[in-house]
């Protein structure tokens, strides 16, 4: 008696089991910016702030870049205005 109940209880989780693998995540869920390489090696850890600071990098020569475009700009406009 106890084979059949629990041949059962398996047989019926095989089947809920293998329906609900058919669902998927949201894209929500999967498009993220901070998703888990499980591709790579356990062993070898990336130091995810690094790519902070190379992100904050690339912002800060963007803003010294506006920054030398403004002075040349304030230079030019300068030079204008003493020449009239």
Do not use: C
């Not at 070898?44 to 803003?63: P, Q, R, T, V």
């Amino acid at each position: 008696m106890n084979s059949i109940i629990f041949g059962l209880l398996a047989a019926i989780s095989l089947f809920i089991f293998f329906n609900l693998g058919k669902v998927k995540a949201s894209s929500k869920q999967t498009n993220r910016d901070d998703r888990i390489n499980w591709g790579a090696s356990p062993w070898i850890k990336k130091n995810s702030s690094s790519k902070k600071m190379l992100h904050l990098d690339e912002l800060l020569k963007a803003k010294q870049k506006k920054l030398i475009k403004i002075k040349i700009h304030n230079l030019e406009y300068l030079k204008n205005e003493n020449w009239n």
